[in-house]
């Protein structure tokens, strides 16, 4: 375990990285962090400060962490860069301690800390002990915490026995040795998320049980990157999210020490996420069946699949930016103009809205869903397009094209879409005489991408689409229930779990698209249970949707009421 983490502390960065791990590690030592990093604060060469004591029988003392990635290496001691070591060092010495120290902590002991993810180089050693000696006094003095330091200290104190049984550990172990075949890796990792949390009912220990995860996601995240294969890392992070959110809902504040806990965990995950949507999507998009190719399969099922996979996972990164985005502009209206961030998560979103639109066009598999079930992604999708006039002509043209796919493969008996989800019931399908009227009946007994596609036709106003999709639905899905689904008092017990089934459904949906617009305004008004979910109320709704993602359930339509409003 201890050659696993150093590794993985080696190959983080510094910043949001490194040094987002130490103040977890700190605190759970006992130690007392008055200073935190921050980015565009300048703390004269500290990251991280602390009061405390390592030992029970040493005197309390005051650490001074300056943290670094990777091996120090001649070039990170002392290179030309401003965020090399030894200037970092002397701002401490002439800068940080005569003047910055708490009044409080004046009279204690200093403890100035190398800190570095990896070694130091033996081409430096000389150099670095010579600095640290000559600047040592009787209340001053220098420790180094590199890989190995770092990873004793991580094992002790954040994956101890006690916190991290060695069962735990083993599942680890397993989640990395297996990250080239992801799914079972993550099913390693989604054992030791359940493990860890399965003790976890007051305040204190769910805060420090998700903080164990976020070191174990972090541990994982760092392999799957180092192997350039970040799938088990993404599928882990987005369990690993909904799972403490539905052990820490209770006890969220935004303030609180279990708050900052999840947000820590958010906060990997969105990195996670990230890393994911620009190394493995965003540059590919834009080019013609790059990302259809890159399925390395010749068998047209398995690119329709992860196509539509991707585009949920994409649509779900824009929601997270949009929430973002939404609340700073509430918070600081841009009446002069945008902030900085506000800028900055404008142009991402615009970013990704774009990506999507470019892996529609092309990608043209993304026109013909052979599953009833990718209307949740499709709804992810267009959900978020929703928020962007600038892409309205690109959604009418892409629902109209889908529509007309739709109904033709289903009289051409083509690979219309089917209420099955498994790879074995779509090749079946492929293979079955689609023309025989009991089979096709069968499989498309009921529906929820043909309500959602009439509801994005009426929003858009394709009046004549909508009449094709009407008459379709009147003359050849008389057989089907049409159908929406809704969260209802259940789904707050078990819509980040998925411990059980849940939700209501509304039938007999009425494919007139005037019709199908009230009708979803008087269930959204109706099923008033999403309102009153955590994730919505305490301003994490994009949780519910990551959660529609990963466990299957469409999109509520009440993410369109504000759209819906605007229609009246």
């Not at 001053?140 to 104190?157: A, P, Y």
């Not at 539905?246 to 609180?256: A, E, M, P």
């Not at 399969?297 to 992860?306: F, L, T």
């Not at 199908?516 to 109706?526: P, R, S």
Request: hydrophobic share 35%; aromatic share 8%.
């Amino acid at each position: 375990m201890k050659l696993i983490l150093k590794q993985y502390l080696a190959s983080l960065k510094e910043r949001k990285e490194l040094d987002a791990v130490l103040p977890d590690l700190l605190s759970s030592m006992g130690m007392n962090v008055f200073i935190s990093p921050t980015r565009g604060v300048k703390e004269y060469g500290v990251d991280i400060a602390a009061v405390g004591q390592l030992q029970d029988d040493d005197e309390e003392s005051v650490y001074l962490f300056s943290v670094k990635s990777g091996n120090l290496t001649r070039e990170t001691w002392s290179g030309q860069s401003n965020q090399s070591l030894l200037p970092s060092l002397q701002e401490i010495l002439y800068g940080f301690i005569p003047n910055r120290i708490p009044p409080q902590h004046s009279e204690k002991p200093i403890v100035i800390c190398l800190c570095f993810g990896g070694d130091i180089n033996s081409g430096i050693r000389q150099e670095v002990t010579g600095f640290e000696s000559f600047n040592s006094r009787d209340n001053l003095r220098f420790e180094e915490w590199n890989g190995d330091k770092l990873s004793e200290f991580i094992q002790q104190h954040l994956l101890k026995e006690e916190l991290l049984p060695s069962s735990s550990q083993a599942l680890l172990r397993k989640s990395l040795a297996l990250l080239e075949e992801p799914e079972s890796s993550g099913k390693h990792f989604s054992l030791l998320i359940d493990e860890v949390l399965s003790n976890a009912t007051d305040a204190d220990s769910v805060a420090s049980s998700i903080t164990r995860i976020n070191v174990c996601l972090w541990v994982l995240y760092s392999w799957c990157r180092d192997g350039g294969n970040l799938e088990a890392a993404y599928l882990s992070s987005e369990r690993a999210l909904l799972l403490a959110w539905d052990k820490v809902k209770d006890h969220y504040t935004g303030r609180n020490k279990s708050s900052k806990s999840f947000d820590s965990i958010l906060a990997t995950y969105q990195q996670i996420t990230d890393c994911y949507v620009d190394r493995c999507l965003i540059p590919y998009v834009e080019l013609k069946y790059a990302l259809s190719h890159a399925v390395h399969s010749p068998c047209s099922i398995d690119v329709n699949i992860k196509l539509f996979d991707v585009l949920g996972r994409l649509s779900v990164k824009g929601h997270w930016i949009l929430d973002s985005l939404s609340k700073s502009y509430a918070k600081e209206p841009p009446t002069d103009g945008e902030s900085e961030e506000q800028e900055k998560l404008r142009l991402r979103l615009r970013d990704v809205s774009r990506a999507i639109n470019l892996l529609v066009v092309n990608n043209p598999m993304l026109l013909s869903p052979y599953k009833d079930s990718q209307a949740i992604d499709l709804g992810l999708a267009l959900t978020l397009l929703s928020n962007n006039s600038e892409l309205d002509d690109f959604v009418q043209s892409w629902i109209s094209e889908m529509v007309n796919m739709c109904i033709f493969s289903f009289e051409s008996n083509g690979m219309y879409p089917i209420v099955h989800n498994s790879y074995e019931n779509l090749l079946e399908h492929r293979n079955k005489d689609k023309a025989d009227s009991n089979y096709k009946n069968k499989v498309t007994e009921a529906s929820v991408l043909y309500p959602l596609l009439a509801v994005f036709c009426s929003l858009y106003k394709l009046d004549s689409v909508s009449q094709d999709l009407e008459t379709f639905a009147t003359d050849k899905l008389a057989h089907s229930t049409l159908q929406y689904w809704y969260p209802n008092q259940s789904s707050e017990q078990d819509m980040y779990s998925n411990s059980d089934t849940h939700g209501s459904a509304s039938t007999d949906f009425p494919m007139n698209g005037s019709a199908a617009l009230e009708h979803i305004k008087q269930e959204c008004g109706n099923a008033d249970s999403f309102k009153s979910m955590s994730a919505v109320t305490k301003g994490k709704a994009p949780l519910v949707l990551t959660a529609c993602r990963c466990y299957r359930y469409p999109v509520p339509f009440h993410y369109l009421e504000g759209l819906l409003n605007e229609l009246e």
